[in-house]
């Protein structure tokens, strides 16, 4: 008969194990502060945390000083954006499991507001200039002439051209990872490409020539750089650089 060594029954226990990590966040307080500084804080975590509970922690805990957006904690509302270990994420979505160091290290992790718009205290940034540009692009559908007497039919097909942009949830973690818009902030911005390309390719909206001028400016779509730093930080995972090359296109080919 064939022994079988039995599998180590670590993993479940380990995903409950307390551990100990650091943040080190940027902190900014307008009222006190000349410039942001770093602070760190020492925080109790299992690796089925989400990065947003060890924030909450420091604010319930260890300064209630601390100001960050949130609000469902499920990946749906876009507010939790920030820059985690330097790259654009949303503290909702992303498990300690994926960010602690490897054969029991101390793990830091760094956090700072997302770039490219104004801090106004701490990891909480001024969205105005955002929302500018997104309503800037007609975010919603336009058709002339008479009302219809029934509902406007689309095809399963129709429908697909444009789906991926739909996902998109407004946390500006594409525009504010995007080297144009952090050197210059007049430009539109990728989320604010994107939500145009959702109407601009829905065979429902007659609006779409009047989206293209919009972006045919000088602070429009010609800025894009195609680095796909946009398409690397999207929560959602979209094609970013996709849909902005699609509304080049557009714009070149005069065929949407």
């Known amino acids: 008969m064939t022994s079988v060594a039995e599998a180590p029954a670590s993993s479940a226990s380990d995903e409950h194990t307390p551990i100990t990590v650091t943040l080190k966040i940027l902190r900014f307080n307008p009222e006190v502060d000349t410039e942001p500084h770093w602070e760190s804080y020492d925080v109790p975590a299992q690796r089925t945390d ?30 939790d954006a920030m820059q985690i270990n330097g790259i654009n994420r949303l503290a909702c979505k992303v498990l300690m499991k994926d960010l602690l160091e490897k054969n029991g290290k101390k793990t830091t992790i760094t956090i700072a507001p997302i770039k490219g718009l104004t801090t106004l205290k701490d990891l909480y940034v001024d969205m105005d200039p955002f ?44 525009t504010s990872s995007c080297p144009v818009y952090w050197n210059d902030g007049s430009y ?10 959702r109407f601009i390719f829905d065979s429902r909206d007659e609006g779409a020539e009047e989206r293209l001028d919009i972006l045919n400016d000088g602070e429009g779509v010609w800025r894009c750089r195609t680095t796909f730093n946009c398409t690397d930080a999207c929560p959602r995972g979209i094609q970013v650089t996709k849909a902005i090359q699609e509304v080049k296109r557009a714009l070149l080919f005069k065929r949407v």
């Open 50 to 79: 989400r990065l947003l509970n060890l924030l909450f922690y420091v604010k319930d805990y260890i300064d209630g000083t601390f100001s960050f957006r949130r609000s469902c904690a499920h990946g749906v509302c876009g507010s």
């Open 131 to 174: 929302f500018e540009a997104y309503r800037a692009i007609k975010p919603y559908l336009i058709t002339y002439g008479n009302e219809p007497t029934r509902e406007r039919i689309q095809s399963q097909a129709d429908r697909d051209r444009f789906d991926d942009t739909t996902k998109c949830i407004l946390c500006a973690c594409c």
């Open 188 to 197: 539109f911005g990728p989320a604010a490409i994107v939500n145009a390309h």
